[in-house]
């Protein structure tokens, strides 16, 4: 069943067909939102939220563009709404917290574990200090693996403004990374 006839279906009252669409969409919610929040159980609260809200204002969808470009404006922008709420210690400390970005080790040795941990830590914090465009295009392309034309829908720019964004995002992302001191590994090496 496709979108917009799921859509027509719980405009109508059909619960079922909104289950469906939670589940068709659920991952790709919380995937956007673990990209900005870096922790499993705010991500996992803030979907739920999204999904409420979009039940709410499923009436107000119009289809001028994809269910799924209208449902990730959405998540981003009650991401950022989360974020600009949350003091800026917690948002630190949920990162600290998270293990989002950290790739599965099968490494006996401790060090390697701890080093690839605090690297990812040290990216998330970076990512993070971006002003706000800047990280949103970043985590879209990045995190979302979308097109600049998907971004540029999403964050309602031209796709040349997401070009631009993009490219200040991962200059910047590399001035953070390389005046930040020594990498995580670093500090880790014997002498």
Known sequence: ??????????????????????ERYQQLVFRTCMGFMHNREDAEDLTQDIFIQVYRSLSRFRG???FSTWLYR???????????????KMIFEALD?????VPAINEDDPEKILISREHAAWLRRAVNSLPGNQRTALILSQYEDLSQKEIAEIMMKSEGAVESL???AKRNL???LSSSGKK?????RKK
């Not at 917290?97 to 970005?101: D, F, L, P, Q």
Request: hydrophobic share 40%.
């Open 74 to 88: 959405i998540a981003v922008n009650a991401s950022l709404n989360r974020l600009r709420r949350s003091p800026v």
């Open 166 to 168: 993009l490219f200040r």
């Open 64 to 66: 001028e563009s994809a």
């Open 184 to 188: 995580p590994e670093d500090r880790h």
């Open 174 to 176: 590399r001035k953070r």
């Open 1 to 22: 069943m496709t979108d917009p006839e799921l859509i027509t279906l719980i405009l109508q009252g059909d619960r079922d067909s909104f289950r469906i669409l939670v």
């Open 97 to 101: 917290r998270s293990a989002i970005s």
